[in-house]
């Protein structure tokens, strides 16, 4: 088929689907970029936490082990 011989209907048809495709595409970037940006949050809300609790072990003294005694 050549361009010239495509009926109205048929280009429109693959007009439609163009653009739902192209709905779709934007769609699903939108949602990987919302699931990156979720990802990026999360990880640097650990990373503060992992921080926060490695500074407060670092002050806090370390148990000493109990001697065993011989016996």
Known sequence: MTPT???T???EARAA???QR???AALAMKQYEAEKAAVLDKTARLRAL???NEA???LQPKPKKPVKKAG
Do not use: C, F
Request: zero cysteines; charged letters at 40%.
């Open 5 to 7: 011989t495509l009926t």
């Open 9 to 11: 209907a048929t280009r």
């Open 56 to 58: 407060a072990g670092a």
């Open 22 to 24: 192209d709905r779709d």
């Open 17 to 19: 689907a163009k653009e």
């Open 50 to 52: 992992r921080l926060a």
